[in-house]
T-cell receptor, first 117, second 114 residues
Framework: AQSVAQPEDQVNVAEGNPLTVKCTYSVSGNPYLFWYVQYPNRGLQFLLKYITGDNLVKGSYGFEAEFNKSQTSFHLKKPSALVSDSALYFCAVRDVNYGGSQGNLIFGKGTKLSVKP | DSGVTQTPKHLITATGQRVTLRCSPRSGDLSVYWYQQSLDQGLQFLIQYYNGEERAKGNILERFSAQQFPDLHSELNLSSLELGDSALYFC?????????????FGPGTRLTVT
């Protein structure tokens, strides 16, 4: 069964420092991986995705993620954190149990990012 | 703004009641997904529709049902409500059925069952 794990419930970073939010996955076949961000009392916003190709994926708001097949990881990164990046971050994998052509997202439990001034 | 709209924003109701949550997908999107977010279960997939037809079912209770109408809006019906059904319910949409499409989420409906 497909799954994703976010090993950290919370990540604390000082503004201006680089940040990493970790995600590991378990899938059968090629993984389709996504990162979403949720601000308080808001819906989820799409940040970036990995489908195929370059292992370094660039997304919205200066975020990027590195796909590592050997380590089955898809960590979210940003070179310089902003206070406004403070939010809940979700890693997700596409569930391909339904014939591979359509499928819902399977989400990790989320990581709360706190960026302090 | 994702372009996905959900109504109502908040819903407070009593146990045993029935409610309907409504979702309008982004213009042109044919797939609609429903998710439930709760503190203990996290984000759980409930059900997916594509162009009016049910495509996938997740952890959806038998008391819950959904449909997608010809104009592509979708409704999630929750009946015989229990306290444990209190959660944030999200609708998401994507253009088609390809696994590579990202999903765009609405702002959610917060359901409180008292």
């Amino acid at each position: 069964a497909q799954s994703v794990a976010q090993p950290e419930d919370q990540v604390n970073v000082a503004e201006g420092n680089p940040l990493t939010v970790k995600c590991t996955y378990s899938v059968s076949g090629n993984p389709y991986l996504f990162w979403y961000v949720q601000y308080p009392n808001r819906g989820l916003q799409f940040l970036l995705k990995y489908i195929t190709g370059d292992n370094l994926v660039k997304g919205s708001y200066g975020f990027e993620a590195e796909f590592n097949k050997s380590q089955t990881s898809f960590h979210l990164k940003k070179p310089s954190a902003l206070v406004s990046d403070s939010a809940l971050y979700f890693c997700a994998v596409r569930d391909v149990n339904y014939g591979g052509s359509q499928g819902n997202l399977i989400f990790g439990k989320g990581t709360k990012l706190s960026v302090k001034p | 703004d994702s372009g996905v709209t959900q109504t109502p924003k908040h819903l407070i109701t009593a146990t045993g009641q029935r409610v309907t949550l409504r979702c309008s997908p982004r213009s042109g999107d044919l797939s609609v997904y429903w998710y439930q977010q709760s503190l203990d279960q996290g984000l759980q997939f409930l059900i997916q529709y594509y162009n009016g037809e049910e495509r996938a079912k997740g952890n959806i209770l038998e008391r819950f049902s959904a449909q997608q109408f010809p104009d592509l809006h979708s409704e999630l019906n929750l009946s015989s409500l229990e306290l444990g059904d209190s959660a944030l319910y999200f609708c998401a949409s994507s253009p088609g059925q390809s696994s590579s499409y990202e999903q765009y989420f609405g702002p959610g409906t917060r359901l409180t069952v008292t």
